[in-house]
């Protein structure tokens, strides 16, 4: 039997959405399935759910505490309760996060996680695999640590979202960029192997830091949880269907000025259109209206596996992410969600990235750029979309993609 422990900052039930989870919950899975002894190392914050993954309450999760992961889930989800001082908290621990603390505020919580990896490592007499997930990257700071204290234990780094090359995780000040980038390289030089989720990404790390890594690297996404209560295998949009459209929209939003998912592009969305929206998932508004809105309703969270059949119910389901660097590499688990559910995908992104370039090369929905919402018909562009039902989706499951991580882990 194998030994792998996987160190995430984020898990269940600690975690306001799955989607943020959802990989390592199912790698998780797919390894004990296959007699691999897996245990998590995760931080402890503010109940949410499991969101359906109440086996996990009796697996191996082993949780740290720490203050300030639970102080920053609180100031961040207080919604529309707010304070002007509650304000400046948040706006401390964002510029705290953003450009002081290398990589992230996790840092801090860095020694703690050093203590249980030893004592993981130890136990097993230093027969093992760690998988260091990231973001926050700040995990990834272990590998320093055990390369230089437990040489032969492989350490696999595992980038859902890339660091110093998304602009979203690398520092503006000048020092702390340098001292960030450094860092990266270094343990990346380190790590015996190194998998992304995102084709893009590779060649983004190696012509940042200028190595070559190639042959300890290995593409595997994201991907879809194959259901039973998927009920059509071919896309069920009717486009004889003009008005009243329904949308559905899964995942984080919120209504702040400079997020990339803001719930006022979906209002603008909606503007020129006979169409509504249904938010599912975990929301965060501070001044938007839900309760009165025309054409935007919240029905609240869901359990992963009753994701399928209810989107299935909607004429057209929609990805936001509309800041243009952040958005050009990741592909996130939810596009594969919205592909198993076979219905057109409604994409408001820039069109160089990733999704939207993955969505209109497979003819699977339509892209709207962010500066083009306003004013855009919806119903018209749906009613001249053709779904590509010859597509092969199967690829694209999530157990087909983990199936390249049993390679790594057995060489």
Known sequence: MKNIAIVTYNFLPYAASFGGVSRVTYLTKFLKER??????????????????????????????GSTIHRK???????????????????GALKYLNKEVLIPDYG???????????????????????????????????LCLYIKRFHPKVKVILEYRDSWNTQPIFSKKNILANKISSHLEKLIINKADHFVYVSPVVLDM???????????????????????????????AYDKSKKLNLRGGYFGVINDFSDSYRSIYYLELLLS????????????????????????????????????????QSYDYLVILHTE???????????????????????CVMPLNSQVAKFILEHGIGIVVEPENVEGFNLNEALANFSFNNKLDITVYSREKQFENYLSIIND
């Not at 230093?126 to 990257?137: E, F, Q, R, Y």
């Not at 599912?280 to 992963?304: P, T």
Request: proline share 3%; with cysteine; glycine share 4%.
């Open 72 to 90: 920053k889930q609180k100031n961040f989800n207080k919604g529309s309760q707010q304070t002007l001082f509650s304000h400046k908290i948040k």
């Open 35 to 64: 007699s691999y002894d897996v245990k998590i190392i995760s931080t402890k914050g503010i109940f949410y759910s499991y969101f359906g993954n109440e086996w996990l309450q009796n697996e191996d999760v082993d949780y740290i």
């Open 107 to 141: 840092v801090l919580d860095v020694l703690k996680y050093i203590k249980k990896v030893n004592e993981y490592i130890l136990s097993c007499k230093g027969d093992c695999t760690i998988i260091l997930s990231a973001p926050p990257h700040s995990v990834n700071v």
């Open 324 to 346: 243009e660097s952040s958005s050009l590499e990741p592909i996130p688990g939810k596009l594969f969600d919205y592909l198993y559910a076979r219905k057109p995908i409604v």
């Open 272 to 311: 020129n259109s006979r169409s509504s929206i249904d938010l599912f998932g975990h929301v965060e508004f501070e001044k938007f209206d839900i309760d009165n809105s025309d054409n935007i309703s919240y029905q609240g969270s869901l359990k992963h596996s009753e994701v399928y059949s209810i989107a």
């Open 205 to 235: 790390v190696e012509n940042k830091f200028n190595i070559s890594i190639k042959e300890k690297s290995k593409l595997i996404m994201n991907g879809y949880v194959a259901s039973e209560n998927v009920k059509e295998t071919t896309c």
